[in-house]
């Protein structure tokens, strides 16, 4: 079965700064990636999604996000993240069936 | 606005009583699911439907009951409520195929006294 691990609970980051948060899944085959962010006391929304093509993926906001088969990784980045980035980040991954698994999440704060 | 809408956004029940947490979308989704967020546990799904009068049993059912008589809405019914149900709940859908990723509802934040 598949599974999604997200190793950081919690990131804390400067203003400026640049990101990287981090994803590993668990898949025999190519599955689908996605990240996802939950401002407080909101639903989650799409950044970004991989299922084919191009390994390194551009969403909103902008996150970037690179597949690495070899190293079963999804990690997402960006280069300079703002008081607004502060939020939780759900790493998800869908194969084959009809569920998307999502992982613990990773809150991320913001140092001013 | 296209998307989900999730009511109530909050509730408080009590141990024993019952409730619907109602979940519709707009968007002519086929794909339909619950789940509950609790603090460090990520999200957990319920109950899902692939289809009108189409449901199953996702990693945690017990307690909860869900129906899908309508493409448009996916109602999750608690019967006897335990603080172990206290949690934020999500109702999610998406289209036909799963590289769409879902859309997610605003939530209902529900605690069990």
């Known amino acids: 079965a598949q599974s999604v691990t997200q190793p950081d609970i919690h990131i804390t980051v400067s203003e400026g700064a640049s990101l990287e948060l981090r994803c590993n899944y668990s898949y025999g085959a190519t599955p689908y990636l996605f990240w996802y962010v939950q401002s407080p006391g909101q639903g989650l929304q799409l950044l970004l999604k991989y299922f084919s093509g191009d390994t390194l993926v551009q969403g909103i906001k902008g996150f970037e996000a690179e597949f690495k088969r070899s190293q079963s990784s999804f990690n997402l980045r960006k280069p300079s993240v703002h008081w607004s980035d502060a939020a939780e980040y759900f790493c998800?991954?869908?194969?084959?069936?009809?569920?998307?698994?999502f992982g613990k999440g990773t809150r991320l704060h913001i140092l001013p | 606005n296209a998307g989900v809408t999730q009511t109530p956004k909050f509730r408080i029940l009590k141990i024993g009583q019952s409730m619907t947490l109602q979940c519709a979308q707009d968007m002519n989704h086929n794909y339909m699911y619950w789940y509950r967020q609790d603090p460090g546990m990520g999200l957990k799904l319920i109950y899902y439907?692939?289809?009108?009068?189409?449901?199953d049993k996702g990693e945690v059912p017990n307690g909860y009951n869900v129906s899908r008589s309508t493409t448009e809405d996916f109602p999750l019914r608690l019967e006897l409520a335990a603080p172990s149900q206290t949690s934020v709940y999500f109702c999610?859908?998406?289209?036909?195929?799963?590289?769409?990723?879902?859309?997610f509802g605003s939530g209902t934040r529900l605690t069990v006294v």
């Open positions: 999610a859908s998406r289209p036909g195929q799963i590289n769409y990723g879902y859309t």
């Open positions: 439907s692939v289809g009108a009068g189409i449901t």
């Open positions: 998800a991954v869908g194969a084959g069936d009809d569920k998307i698994i």
